[in-house]
């Protein structure tokens, strides 16, 4: 039986029940409809829970479903639920649904892992623009206005949607709307959906790092931008702009920071209606800012020169932006700025996920399944 507390929680002896159901039982992963706490367990947490068990981790579970009896009702209850400076790893199961609200990890809430089933069936989504920031008891900065924001360390996004759909609503330049802020180290993303139109992405300070792995981020202006290090390793990254101009990476790496935003194996898409040669690489938010593409496909709605310098000159000798090897109709390599580089051979196979991100491999660590 499912042990609850007076406010229809689960409390620790049925996580133990809960945890105890995933290692002794076998279902199938089940892509669309509500799934039970025990199922979802069962299916897709089994191999992430036998290995944090294995590493002498002892994962607290915690659900958010509208329809399991006891479960969190919002992500937002369950981060809440999670004991501040735990040590303990925390798995947040998200049965399939749309839940709506901004959700915030404080920087005191470490080793959260927020879990899915299948990332199009479980969404977080908010409608915020940055522009209505500080209204009507809102918050006040527009870092805190994104979907899902981040501060803690060690975080996992496992198979989710994390959108802000305001964005969508808008084809207009100047729409700034957020869907993940990053502001806390160590950030693994693994099979999620990053979906916006402006700012979809922000790195909020130099320290973050994060890692995305088998990832769709979609924007249309500066959409992955700000001053933290982010690798993204065979991602979609798709412009969804229906206009005559984009810019992907929007980097303000700090000049003593040697990366900021690099992809490796990634496909750069686009609707069928992005004119060709509209969209840029990128274009440095601040004098350093730094992006590399590494045996990256590029689509048509590339632009030949590659990258934009903000129409401020000063700034080419200083922006550090780099590709080898981009192949597809959008690698018109002859025809790129001539202040961005072609790195050798030689120079890409020094850029690793360990000289990225830093050693520990902590990318690749067992709450991340890996």
């Known amino acids: 039986m499912r042990s609850l507390n007076s406010d229809g929680k689960v409390t620790a002896a049925s996580a133990v029940i809960l945890l105890a159901l995933s290692l002794t039982a076998s279902f199938p992963r089940c892509n669309a409809g509500p799934l039970s706490m025990a199922r979802q367990l069962a299916g897709a947490t089994v191999a992430k829970a036998s290995r944090a068990a294995t590493a002498g981790l002892s994962p607290a579970v915690y659900t958010v479903s509208y329809t399991a009896t006891g479960a969190y009702r919002s992500v937002q209850a369950a981060v809440n639920a999670v004991p501040a400076n735990n040590k303990r790893p925390a798995i947040i199961h998200i049965d399939p649904g749309s839940y709506s609200g901004l959700v915030v990890i404080p920087a005191d809430k470490p080793y959260i892992t927020l879990q899915g089933t299948n990332a ?163 274009r440095p938010w601040r004098p350093y800012g730094s992006t590399i593409f590494i ?42 700025a001539l202040w961005s580089r072609q790195l050798t051979k030689t120079q890409a196979q020094t850029i690793t996920a360990e000289t990225v991100l830093g050693p520990g491999n902590w990318w690749h660590r067992p709450m991340n399944g890996k």
């Open 120 to 282: 199009r069936n479980t969404v977080l989504t908010d409608n915020l623009p940055v522009r209505d920031a500080g209204k009507n008891g809102l918050p006040h900065e527009f870092m805190n206005t994104a979907t899902l924001c981040i501060y803690a360390s060690n975080t996992t996004l496992d198979h989710i949607t994390i959108q802000n759909a305001y964005v969508q609503k808008s084809n207009v330049n100047g729409n700034q709307a957020l869907a993940v802020t990053v502001g806390g180290d160590k950030l693994v993303v693994d099979h999620c959906r990053i979906l916006a139109f402006q700012d979809t992405l922000y790195f909020s300070h130099p320290d973050p790092r994060a890692y995305f792995s088998h990832c769709l981020i979609t924007g249309a202006v500066d959409y992955i931008y700000g001053f933290g290090t982010g690798l993204f390793d065979h991602c979609t990254i798709r412009n969804v702009n229906k206009g005559h101009y984009g810019t992907i990476t929007a980097p303000s790496t700090p000049q003593n920071q040697r990366f900021g935003f690099v992809f490796m194996h990634c496909r750069l898409t686009s609707l069928k209606s992005t004119p060709a040669g509209s969209v840029y690489l990128g």
């Open 295 to 336: 045996d990256c496909y590029m689509g048509k709605q590339i632009r030949p020169v590659g990258w934009s310098d903000w129409k401020k000159p000063k700034l080419r000798k200083t922006a550090r932006f780099a590709e080898y090897n981009s192949r597809g109709p959008g690698a018109n390599v002859k025809s790129r």
